[in-house]
């Protein structure tokens, strides 16, 4: 990962005067931040959702979870950029007379909070080295804080979600891919340049199969979606029995339906990705000893077919029974709101959850 990334983070010019001026800036927001926390605010948070396919927008009133006002539109157009897309989607949201306090934005790719700079967007041409907190002050004049999209949703599902009351907190989303974030005695873990939490993309197997970042043997390369899919085509490839057909290739929602109706190659299928769910629980465990571990992505919701093999492959792999003593694992709360409610979070506390 270091050699993947360090290019990137290279790449980007930053002079010293800019270093000064960004370390003052995120001073000056802590400050803010302490002050907010004795005063009520009394004014209204935009927090934003960008994705690969959608940009989700939402206005929330003060001490409210409930949005006043939301939209969403593609990312991508062939009229005018993302970036362009973005402004334009949060300035027709933006209420009126009424105070807007900061925005809030969960962005998709490795990014780093305390720069406001996006490093590398999956599918969004154009986001590189991308300065968008910088791009949205200067357009609607009140701080930005923006996060890694997985992360905030953990911060989410904590401040609102399933992990309410959680001091420490692992959070998993398994869909296409997976991504992950952790909270750790009350704070968003981000390490040093706010990369840290890839949970996707420890290693299991060191000749495993390609994962979708081109490296072998990831986690996301066993348990995704994309994985379950990619089982199941390469044994029907090689002459395997099932309901299911190769062409066209069946979607891990295909599988899951298979494997409800008795198929055993569906079912050897979600076996597999929640016996390796299990031993990157395990590690999991070890490295940041949660209190709950919560489970979002459409991969979550697939029954006793995935969820047993998991719960059993996890208890063989802790080294101690300490681990599981006061565990709790449970399905996330906040589904498609997990990531807006995070940015919300963020915004309003002005970045104290993170450092």
């Known amino acids: 990962m270091i050699a993947v990334i360090r290019p990137i983070v290279n790449a ?13 800036l995120y001073a000056a927001r802590l400050r803010a931040a302490r002050l907010r926390a004795i005063i009520p605010a009394m004014s209204h948070t935009v927090a934003v959702d960008v994705g690969g396919t959608q940009l989700r927008v939402a206005v929330y009133g003060p001490d409210s979870i409930t949005p006043i006002h939301q939209k969403r539109i593609p990312t991508r157009s062939t009229h005018n950029t993302a970036i362009e897309r973005l402004i334009d989607l949060i300035a027709s949201v933006w209420p009126g007379q009424k105070s807007v306090e900061s925005i809030g934005i969960a962005v998709p790719g490795p990014t780093d909070p305390k720069l406001g700079v996006i490093y590398a ?46 001091h420490n907190l692992v959070y998993l989303t398994i869909s296409t891919g997976i991504g992950g974030g952790v909270i750790s005695e009350d704070r968003l873990l981000l390490g040093e340049s706010g990369l840290a939490a890839e949970l996707g993309h420890i290693t299991l197997i060191p000749d495993g199969p390609l994962c979708s970042c081109g490296l072998p043997g990831h986690l996301e390369a066993y348990a995704s979606g994309t994985a379950i899919a990619r089982f199941v085509r390469e044994e029907l490839a090689k002459g395997r029995s099932s309901m299911l057909a190769l062409q066209p290739p069946p979607s891990a929602k295909e599988i899951d339906e298979a494997a409800s109706q008795g198929d055993p190659l569906a079912i050897e299928a979600f076996a597999l990705a929640g016996r390796f769910l299990g031993y990157g629980i395990a590690n999991f465990l070890q490295i940041f000893n949660p209190s709950i571990v919560i489970l979002g992505g459409g991969v979550s919701r697939c029954g006793p077919n995935w969820w047993e093999p998991m719960q059993d492959a996890l208890r063989r792999s802790v080294i101690s029974e300490a681990y599981l003593q006061s565990l709790t694992i449970r399905l996330a709360a906040l589904g498609d709101e997990a990531g807006l409610l995070g940015a919300l979070a963020l915004a309003r506390d002005g970045q104290r959850e993170v450092i």
């Open 12 to 24: 980007w010019p930053v002079k010293r005067a800019e270093r000064l001026r960004t370390a003052r």
């Open 121 to 166: 967007a999956p599918n969004i041409p154009g986001w590189k080295n991308l300065p968008l907190r910088q791009i949205l002050e200067e357009r609607f004049g009140v701080p930005v804080y923006l996060g890694n999209d997985a992360n905030l949703a953990a911060l989410g599902e904590w401040r609102f979600g399933a992990g309410q009351g959680h």
